[in-house]
T-cell receptor, first 112, second 118 residues
């Protein structure tokens, strides 16, 4: 069953604007990851945040994690047309578990 | 490095036929897995392996078989194809496995194999 649920399902913004996507999950986690998928391609890992971390940055990406609310957000600043893709959160539930469970994704469209 | 290589990229089968989707990685990763991606369903784990000789079931294993005889290869077999198996299949690998902490968990994906079962 799906562990993470992304919100919104689809998002359309103008180039230069910021894009925020949210992920909620149900059970305790070891880490949470965000992936990007361009149309017709495989997924690419963007960033990983561990359960004891609250915020992480990578270039124009900012990820937050609130374990008390079982939620995470991905912020893409100063978006570009090349950021157009689907974004997925994935959770790793803990030591001894070798499964990464994906949500259904947010489809982001950045209009030039 | 080629990373994770999947073949074929496209395949059309008739109901009842069998076939094998190939997956190979050249990164010496212990962990390998197969996912299927369906519209509106996200990615669902079919089978995974934490090292050569070790495989386990994921969320949707029925109708699929796997083996892991080498570190590099992790083929997925469809035993008797059904229209419900029409999907895009992704193979993914990770450096973590039985000998390492699962704290990393970053997956490296192949480009996918699009399967249609008529």
């Amino acid at each position: 069953s799906q562990q993470g649920e992304e919100d919104p399902q689809a998002l359309s913004i103008q180039e230069g604007e910021n894009a925020t996507m949210n992920c909620s999950y149900k059970t305790s986690i070891n880490n949470l990851q965000w992936y990007r998928q361009n149309s017709g391609r495989g997924l690419v890992h963007l960033i990983l945040i561990r359960s004891n971390e609250r915020e992480k940055h990578s270039g124009r990406l900012r990820v937050t994690l609130d374990t008390s609310k079982k939620s995470s957000s991905l912020l893409i600043t100063a978006s570009r047309a090349a950021d157009t893709a689907s974004y997925f959160c994935a959770t790793h539930s803990g030591a001894g578990s070798y499964q990464l469970t994906f949500g259904k994704g947010t489809k982001l469209s950045v209009i030039p | 490095n080629a990373g994770v290589t999947q073949t074929p990229k496209f395949q059309v089968l008739k109901t009842g036929q069998s076939m094998t989707l190939q997956c190979a990685q050249d990164m010496n990763h212990e962990y390998m897995s197969w996912y299927r991606q369906d519209p509106g369903m996200g990615l669902r784990l079919i089978h995974y392996s934490v090292g050569a000789g070790i495989t386990d079931q994921g969320e949707v294993p029925n109708g699929y078989n796997v083996s892991r005889s080498t570190t590099e290869d992790f083929p997925l077999r469809l035993l008797s194809a059904a229209p419900s198996q029409t999907s895009v299949y992704f193979c993914a690998s990770s450096p973590f496995g039985t000998g390492n902490s699962p704290n990393t968990g970053e997956l490296f994906f192949g480009e996918g194999s699009r399967l249609t079962v008529l």
